[in-house]
């Protein structure tokens, strides 16, 4: 089946610092959604692209459609302890309806 | 607007047991689908309906079946239940086609045990 890893894994982060985290897929994606998830609720979308080489930012967060296609980035500035959660990265491959999402970036900021 | 709704929350059956998980979104949206997801993976995509009338299966459908009952609904239904499927189950909707329609958005999930 398709591929989409994301990393890294998890992150335990100090308040006020940056976060990165990214998605590489085997395929080629015409549209990059960006979701975070807390516990015991759905997936939330914060960001969503479209283009290659976009960037898009919502509050504190940027995201970019990396250049090939095949890859997508999230970063986070000056966390604050609610940007706990699970973050994820999920494509849709053109021409397709379905999307495919990478396992997640459990992400933990210490006040 | 409510969104994507599902029901029930949470739900306990018995191994062979049936059940039906609800769906019903009010963004007048084309497509939906239904996910489960386990701990340490992601979401994997069990069924989706690309619009009304169409269904088709996604990387996890065995054990599944659903149904596309108008525009707005898409049900899930396990005939038999397993411990296997025992997970967070979560539907979701969106737009496809197009720039700046191609975002989905889901339900609160429901939380199946099958004991």
């Known amino acids: 089946g398709q591929q989409l890893n994301q990393s890294p894994q998890s992150m335990f982060i100090q308040e006020g610092e940056d976060v990165s985290m990214n998605c590489t897929s085997s395929s080629i994606f015409n549209t990059w959604l960006w979701y975070k998830q807390e516990p015991g609720e759905g997936p939330v979308l914060l960001i969503a692209?479209?283009?290659?080489?976009e960037l898009t930012s919502n509050g504190r967060l940027t995201a970019q459609f990396g250049i090939t296609r095949k890859d997508s980035f999230l970063n986070i500035s000056a966390s604050i302890p609610s940007d706990v959660g699970i973050y994820f990265c999920?494509?849709?491959?053109?021409?397709?309806?379905?999307?495919?999402f990478g396992t997640g970036t459990r992400l933990k900021v210490l006040a | 607007n409510a969104g994507v709704t599902q029901t029930p929350k949470f739900q306990v059956l018995k191994t062979g047991q049936s059940m039906t998980l609800q769906c019903a979104q009010d963004m007048n949206h084309n497509s939906m689908y239904w996910y489960r997801q386990d701990p340490g993976m992601g979401l994997r995509l069990i069924y989706y309906?690309?619009?009304?009338?169409?269904?088709d299966k996604g990387e996890v459908p065995n054990g599944y079946n659903v149904s596309r009952l108008n525009k707005r609904e898409f049900s899930l239904r396990l005939e038999s239940a397993a411990p296997s499927q025992t997970s967070v189950y979560f539907c979701a909707s969106s737009e496809v086609g197009g720039r700046g329609t191609n975002e989905q958005f889901f339900g609160p999930g429901t939380r199946l045990t099958v004991l």
């Open positions: 309906s690309a619009s009304e009338g169409t269904t």
């Open positions: 692209l479209y283009k290659a080489g």
């Open positions: 999920a494509g849709r491959i053109s021409g397709t309806y379905k999307y495919i």
